[in-house]
């Protein structure tokens, strides 16, 4: 783990196997077709089949809002990033949860204006496939498990592939309680747990509480007396 830069650090770090967390997070889309009853999206992050997502679509000056089950997902291929790394691009189907309300308008409005001549016939009616001219995304919850921590950064694994350099907002349990903190993408390495694959990702702490700074101290200390 020599490349690993939170190893550098001026606070002790400990090895823990039992903390977990969570964050959220959005993630980019690109949509290559849509209907009124769901679309066909690539992404980069392995979304789980069966599980409801929110996404949303820049509809011109209006943003939509809808939610879509996955119904099924494949690899598609891979692509390289700016900073260099490559990473897995999926394509999933997606059956959205809630057009039966206002939303259905400007669904309507968003295909419109972005379909090509050519649709396809599906069971569930006519799909469009569409140039995608404005932003879409995707909230995501990402769960993680804390492998090392200290009062400046943790080493967690999770099944995320997450954007070096960006902001999270993460949460994790401490015993009774918990902290929240803003944290830095420093790191991170693709790991192979079992059949699936994992990421150790190295998380810089740029924002704490006073708060949740004296909880995480505290649970520290607590930590090197045991030892």
């Avoid at 400990?14 to 769901?38: A, P, R």
């Avoid at 972005?114 to 995707?138: C, P, T, W």
């Avoid at 592939?161 to 902290?179: H, I």
């Avoid at 790191?187 to 190295?202: N, P, V």
Wanted: glycine letters at 6%; charged letters at 25%; one cysteine or more.
């Amino acid at each position: 783990m020599s490349k690993n830069p939170i190893g550098k650090r001026r606070f002790k770090r400990y090895e823990v196997d039992y903390l977990h967390g969570c964050m959220l997070f959005s993630s980019d889309i690109n949509i290559l077709d849509i209907s009124m009853h769901g679309a066909a999206i690539t992404t980069t992050q392995q979304l789980a089949i069966g599980r409801e997502y929110a996404l949303k679509f820049r509809v011109e000056d209006a943003q939509l809002h809808l939610r879509g089950r996955v119904m099924w997902s494949a690899l598609s291929h891979s692509k390289m990033l700016k900073n260099g790394e490559v990473v897995p691009v999926y394509k999933l189907g997606i059956r959205f949860t809630n057009t039966l309300t206002d939303s259905a308008t400007q669904l309507m409005a968003y295909i419109g204006k972005n379909r090509h001549d050519h649709f396809e016939k599906r069971m569930l009616g006519v799909r469009f496939r569409v140039q995608q001219y404005e932003s879409a995304d995707i909230d995501l919850s990402c769960t993680y498990r804390v492998k090392q921590i200290s009062l400046s950064g943790m080493l967690i694994e999770t099944d995320s592939l997450l954007a070096r350099d960006r902001l999270y907002e993460m949460e994790m349990a401490l015993d009774n309680t918990s902290v929240a903190v803003t944290g830095r993408i420093a790191y991170q390495a693709e790991s192979q747990a079992g059949h699936s694959i994992k990421y150790d990702i190295g998380i810089e702490f740029v924002a704490v509480s006073e708060e949740d700074h004296g909880i995480l101290k505290a649970y520290l200390d607590d930590i090197e007396r045991r030892a």
